[in-house]
């Protein structure tokens, strides 16, 4: 079963270029030879060391990306040992990590769809929501019309002056019969 890999070495600082293109190509070879495949290197730069490793406080970084069994990336990790112009070296198994954050994306179109998330039953209860205040609302629009009809018609005579009061109280005592 082909798996994916990422390989990440750092070389010596005083690495000519010929001799980094000619160690890049016979990783190619090492890897291809043994049932796998280099799909394609990242060369980072020079960069400063975290701490110091083998009197260096710099490294050229490379990052292959490789694809085969763990056969392949066993040899590989032989080969970078050995080798005098890596100073240090890691590799990351990713196709797990591919299959997790397929998992998780899946998991979020799903959501973005509404099938069967927190955000659907939000949704639903919101739609709940607004259809119980709408009938709210015709319940007492039809209660206050059922009132006007029943209520007599009063005509309102224009009041005058002198019946209408200066000022009303704020309090009106309780009348007694």
Known sequence: MDRKYEVMFILRPDTPEEDLDRLLQTMETNVAATGGKVTSFERMGKRRLAYTVTKFQEGIYILAFVEGPGS??????????????????????????????????????????????????????????AENAAAVAAQAAETAAAAQAAAPAVEAAPATEAEVPAEIPAEVPPTTV
């Open 72 to 129: 392949v990336i066993k040899e590989l990790e032989r080969r970078l040992r050995v080798q005098e112009l890596v100073i240090k070296f890691i590799t990351v198994r990713t196709d797990e990590e591919e299959q997790r954050l397929a998992k998780v994306k899946k998991l979020r179109d799903s959501k973005i769809k509404g099938q069967g998330t927190q955000g659907q039953a939000a949704a639903a209860a919101a739609a709940q929501a």
